[in-house]
């Protein structure tokens, strides 16, 4: 990427304050910035880190449109069972002493330093220049290792055969899955359906946006409010963070 | 007289049977759908779509780039058949009509969709 062309997304980025989360344009088509649709042919690039800060006290206890938006956007089967695909999974949680209770959706964490690539045999797991964590299907034999590695049970294993292919995203049988933080969408400008489908439910609980980015609205959130990333200890620096834990 | 008329029969019968047969050995009949100018040379894109699919698939799966001039979902867009709205269903489908010509086992639409992308939802995805 030429140095001009930098300049050039830098400029646009730092206009991120401006268009914040959720600009809508069209019903169902919100961007979070215009400017943010890669031109095509172009990589991801490294100068950008997706990521989403959730935050508990605005998520409603027994909402669940996120996952909905998930299934519908991904043509996920929508089941609960061990053996169904879930890429979101809404988790009602109650604080030990307190009883404070607080609600969540939870998916990949898109790690900086996922175990899912590290024990990968095919090299299949992989993070996109932008962070994004993947599973290349072309390369997936389904032997479910990251399955195991992964701390947050982020991932699915595609039991039955695919039938409904309408989906944004191919899937298919023997492979394993998990949330792509609708990159089909960020490469277009438009953020995650389940971004998209909390605001217009009316709550603002999943900021997405580039955490590269210091003006970006997520970056700016992150400076001025408290948040914690799940199992901080285990040091693989989740691109999501909670606010409200 | 006898043997005359044997060879004559056996011409006719040669006639009938090579007539279809030869159709069907020249070249599949396909339905190629909306059709139009490929992305490149009919020929060329014959013999090296799988090659030309393959590296397009993982330039956008693992570098995220979008919009390539050949892609597989670009092909279903022109070539679904106008029919049932797919590339697969029947021998005379484009996808379906020639890998079963060639008897070559087609992988791409256990996961990847066989339908234009403009009719899901009516919306445009790619
Ligand atoms: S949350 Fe799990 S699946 Fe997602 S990147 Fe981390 S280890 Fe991999
Ligand atoms: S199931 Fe697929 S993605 Fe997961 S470790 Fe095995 S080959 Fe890699």
Same mark, same amino acid.
């Given at each position: 990427?030429?140095?001009?062309?930098?300049h050039?997304?830098?400029q646009?980025?730092?206009?991120?304050?401006?268009?914040?989360a959720?600009?809508t344009i069209a019903?169902g088509?919100?961007?979070y910035d215009?400017?943010? @649709?890669?031109p095509?042919g172009?990589?991801?690039?490294?100068?950008?880190?997706?990521?989403?800060l959730i935050?508990?006290?605005q998520c409603? =206890?027994?909402?669940d @449109?996120?996952?909905r @938006?998930?299934?519908?956007?991904n043509?996920?089967p929508?089941?609960?069972l061990?053996? #169904?695909p879930?890429?979101?999974r %809404?988790?009602?949680?109650? $604080?030990e002493g307190?009883?404070?209770r607080?609600?969540?959706?939870?998916m990949? $964490?898109?790690c900086?330093e996922?175990?899912?690539?590290?024990v990968?045999?095919?090299?299949?797991?992989f993070k996109?220049? +932008?962070?994004?964590v993947l599973?290349?299907?072309h390369?997936?034999?389904?032997?479910?290792y990251?399955?195991?590695?992964?701390?947050?049970?982020?991932?699915s294993?595609?039991?039955?055969p695919v039938?409904?292919? !309408?989906?944004?995203?191919?899937?298919g049988?023997?492979?394993?899955?998990?949330?792509?933080?609708?990159?089909?969408?960020? +490469?277009?400008g438009v953020?995650?359906?389940?971004?998209?489908?909390c605001? !217009?439910?009316?709550h603002?609980?999943?900021?997405?946006?580039?955490?590269?980015d210091p +003006? =970006?609205?997520? !970056? $700016?959130?992150?400076?001025s409010?408290?948040?914690?990333?799940?199992?901080?200890?285990?040091?693989?620096d989740?691109?999501i963070s909670?606010?409200?834990? | 007289?006898t043997l005359?008329?044997?060879?004559?029969?056996?011409m006719?019968?040669l006639l009938v049977?090579?007539?279809p047969?030869? @159709?069907a050995?020249?070249?599949?009949?396909l339905?190629?759908?909306q059709?139009?100018?490929?992305? +490149?040379d009919?020929?060329?894109m014959?013999?090296n779509?799988?090659?030309?699919?393959r590296?397009?698939?993982d330039?956008?799966?693992r570098?995220?780039i979008?919009?390539?001039k050949y =892609?597989?979902?670009?092909c279903?867009?022109c070539?679904?058949?106008? %029919?049932n709205?797919?590339?697969?269903?029947? #021998? $005379?489908?484009?996808?379906?009509?020639?890998?079963?010509?060639?008897?070559?086992?087609?992988d791409?639409f256990?996961?990847?969709?066989?339908?234009p992308?403009r =009719?899901?939802?009516?919306?445009?995805?790619?």
């Amino acid at each position: 990427m030429s140095c001009g062309h930098d300049h050039q997304r830098r400029q646009f980025l730092s206009r991120g304050a401006a268009l914040t989360a959720a600009v809508t344009i069209a019903p169902g088509l919100m961007l979070y910035d215009f400017a943010r @649709a890669r031109p095509s042919g172009e990589p991801a690039s490294s100068a950008v880190r997706w990521g989403m800060l959730i935050d508990t006290t605005q998520c409603e =206890s027994g909402c669940d @449109a996120c996952v909905r @938006a998930c299934n519908k956007e991904n043509s996920l089967p929508g089941g609960t069972l061990p053996t #169904d695909p879930q890429w979101i999974r %809404k988790l009602e949680l109650q $604080q030990e002493g307190t009883g404070r209770r607080i609600s969540l959706p939870m998916m990949c $964490q898109h790690c900086a330093e996922p175990p899912c690539v590290e024990v990968c045999p095919t090299g299949a797991s992989f993070k996109r220049a +932008d962070g994004i964590v993947l599973v290349d299907k072309h390369r997936c034999i389904g032997c479910r290792y990251c399955m195991m590695a992964c701390p947050y049970k982020a991932r699915s294993f595609v039991h039955e055969p695919v039938t409904d292919h !309408s989906g944004a995203t191919p899937r298919g049988q023997g492979t394993v899955e998990s949330c792509t933080l609708c990159v089909h969408r960020v +490469d277009q400008g438009v953020a995650p359906a389940c971004v998209e489908a909390c605001a !217009s439910e009316g709550h603002q609980a999943i900021l997405f946006g580039n955490l590269n980015d210091p +003006d =970006s609205a997520i !970056s $700016q959130r992150i400076r001025s409010v408290a948040s914690a990333k799940l199992r901080a200890d285990l040091n693989l620096d989740p691109g999501i963070s909670f606010v409200g834990l | 007289m006898t043997l005359r008329w044997a060879g004559l029969w056996r011409m006719a019968l040669l006639l009938v049977l090579a007539g279809p047969l030869a @159709a069907a050995v020249n070249e599949p009949v396909l339905d190629i759908g909306q059709g139009g100018h490929c992305v +490149d040379d009919p020929q060329f894109m014959r013999l090296n779509h799988m090659k030309l699919l393959r590296h397009q698939r993982d330039e956008t799966v693992r570098q995220g780039i979008r919009g390539g001039k050949y =892609s597989l979902a670009g092909c279903v867009d022109c070539h679904a058949s106008k %029919k049932n709205h797919s590339v697969l269903g029947t #021998d $005379q489908n484009f996808c379906q009509g020639c890998h079963v010509y060639a008897a070559v086992r087609i992988d791409c639409f256990e996961c990847h969709s066989s339908t234009p992308r403009r =009719s899901i939802a009516g919306e445009v995805l790619k």
